[in-house]
């Protein structure tokens, strides 16, 4: 039986919104448990935690624009992934939870720690007598496809590469769709135990693909599944998605062609979740099997992932061959642009993705039609410093 999941409605929502309510609820029922964050909790809108529980900050003065604080406050806020980091492990040491949450781009300043805290993981999983630690938990938002004011320094997403290179497997690395699947990525991650989980998101409001069924679904059904409405029976290609803004950009690349090439056959398939050499989480990966049922023994596989594409496409490898991959995605190309802007500079916009299948059908009408679409949203940027409304979405 295939893994499939259908959308249910198209108001937009925010998964970090929907992160930040579920931190709050966590702090109020569970007295030891301390949020972690640089001073980017309000821009990463995760300020819900806010309204129930205090910043640390000790007895010096307050002023009036001050967020609420005090000596004993459970959110921990200072410019320094390095301390934070290290205090966080100590406090999971003890037994008890924790998350963090930062700036994508920020996260490799710690890659060292984080991978020093996966050997002491794997060390203390083979000692009888310690109990299963708390998992290091890092929330990775403000992310490197949307850093309109920021730019080039701020767009990484280089964390997602080196976690997932790591042999010993004692990563997750999660890519929620919509604020429903972040709801599911997050309980995930505070039930987790000697793991390191990475979820990524944008902050932004976004449209909901899921039920809350079908986002839970991911965590048992290998971490993947064939979204219904933008899939035909018997695909001529299927088109994958790995990160919510690229994951809709595939979906408008599915819209462009059934409209441009009505005779053609497409499967889209959303990856929730990738570890070690696989497509799922560390302990619910997708075998072959279930990669054959839902990517087709033969058909042609274009994927639009959230990271460098490399670090996907090695990961598809140990599933079919590279003949039958394409893999867009971030080439370390940024700038403080438009969001349509910084797609189109990576290749990884609706257009490079319907130019790809266009070619494969030989379609050389198409392939130029997309092209221009592509300049004339670049001299609009330009110009106006913002993208056409069609592109805004």
């Known amino acids: 039986m295939m893994n499939h999941v259908n959308r249910p409605t198209k108001k937009l929502r925010s998964s970090a919104k929907k992160i930040g309510e579920l931190l709050a609820a966590t702090l109020e029922r569970d007295p030891h448990f301390y949020f972690f964050s640089p001073d980017e909790t309000t821009s990463n809108k995760f300020d819900k935690v806010f309204e129930v529980e205090k910043r640390a900050w000790g007895d010096l003065p307050q002023e009036t ?103 010993s497997g004692l990563a997750n690395c999660i890519f929620p769709l919509d604020d429903m699947a972040a709801k599911e990525s997050y309980e995930f991650m505070l039930d987790s135990v000697n793991v390191v989980n990475l979820t990524t998101f944008d902050k932004n409001e976004r449209p909901r693909y899921l039920s809350a069924e079908q986002a839970k679904s991911f965590y048992y059904n290998g971490g993947a599944a064939i979204i219904d409405e933008y899939s035909d029976n018997e695909p001529d290609f299927v088109i994958a998605g790995c990160g919510d803004i690229v994951a809709h950009e595939a979906i408008k690349a599915i819209e462009i062609l059934k409209n441009d090439i009505p005779e053609i ?86 257009y490079d993705l319907a130019i790809d299948v266009a070619r494969c059908c030989k379609r050389d009408d198409l392939v130029s039609k997309y092209k221009e679409a592509i300049i004339s949203n670049h001299q609009y940027a330009v110009e106006n410093g913002e993208d056409k409304e069609a592109f805004s979405d």
């Open 65 to 167: 624009w001050d967020l609420p604080e005090s000596s004993g406050g459970r959110i921990i806020e200072m410019l320094s992934e390095n301390v934070l980091f290290s205090v966080m492990t100590g406090h999971l040491a003890n037994g008890e939870r924790a998350m963090t949450g930062s700036y994508e781009a920020f996260y490799p300043i710690i890659t060292s720690q984080i991978l020093q805290q996966m050997k002491f993981i794997k060390q203390t999983s083979a000692t009888k007598w310690r109990a299963p630690m708390p998992a290091v938990n890092l929330l990775s938002t403000s992310t490197c496809w949307r850093q309109d004011h920021n730019g080039f320094t701020h767009q990484s997403p280089a964390l997602i590469s080196t976690l997932l290179a790591i042999p």
């Open 265 to 350: 056959k497409l499967r889209f398939v959303y990856i929730n979740a990738l570890t070690y050499r696989s497509i799922g989480t560390r302990g619910n990966r997708l075998g072959s099997a279930g990669f054959a049922r839902l990517f087709t023994e033969d058909k042609p596989i274009l994927a639009n992932f959230h990271g460098y594409p490399e670090t996907l496409e090695t990961i598809l490898e140990n599933y079919t061959y590279r003949g039958r991959l394409r893999v867009h995605g971030f080439y370390e190309e940024g700038s403080t642009t438009t969001p349509f802007e910084m797609l189109r500079r990576n290749a990884a916009s609706r």
